[in-house]
């Protein structure tokens, strides 16, 4: 039994995060990297990106992309886990690709530390493959348990970097029809120049703008989008 089923866990990949639909802009190299994963066993990546940068994505892109070519893979998002979650680890080691998202949220408790140290053991001895994510780097988390930073640094570790403004647009764009709407190139460029620059924000902000189009039975106009970003 892989987790307790008295505990809700955000254990699938979340449909529409498939490799291809992945702007990758100046970040090829780490979309090639993490692809390898899902054919490939007994190796390790460490995935470090600030919110909003596709580390999500990725790591959903490839666990369906695993699956789609006949092996075994698996989601786990620590971020709000109780530490009696670390119960979901167990038997994990027998499968080809794990995919742990929000390291971050985890460093420093004991708990969780002790738990992931000992699974990393036990996938490597199996050979299984290791995505992890975390908005940190690796030097830069709080890990009280040094033989886990060490584990973790046994594979290749790579780090997102920013989109320019033309991938951004590309990225809100598909946000949008994603949720059932068309986001003008004017209105697009407006929140660019307008908005916040980090991408968690500027998707938010495309969420909040379909919300409100629906809400309203409005076309997606800068005007509503100066509305939505008053609100």
Known sequence: ML??????????PRRGGRLD???AGPNGPVLEAVRELASTRDRSLFLAGP???????????VCLAARLGGHTAFYLGLRGL?????????????TDLVCLDDLHAVAGSPAWEEALFHFINRLREQGGSLLVASRERL?????????????????????????DDE???????????????ELPEDVGRYLLSRGARDMSTL????????????????????PLVRQVMRA
Not at 4 to 12: N, R, V
Not at 51 to 61: F, T
């Open 167 to 181: 991938d951004k647009l590309t990225v809100l764009e598909r946000h949008a029809r994603s949720l059932g709407i």
């Open 21 to 23: 639909d992945f702007v």
């Open 82 to 94: 109780p530490e009696k979650a670390t119960a979901s680890l167990a038997g994990l080691e027998s």
């Open 203 to 222: 998707v938010g902000v495309v969420t909040r703008l379909q919300q409100a189009a629906f809400r309203e039975k409005r076309q997606v106009t800068v």
């Open 3 to 12: 987790f307790s089923p008295q505990i809700p866990l955000p254990l699938e």
């Open 139 to 163: 030097r830069l988390l709080p890990l009280g348990l040094p033989d886990l930073a060490s584990r973790l640094a046994w594979g290749l570790r790579l780090e997102l970097q920013p989109l």
């Open 51 to 61: 919110a909003g940068s596709g580390k999500s994505h990725l790591l959903n892109g």
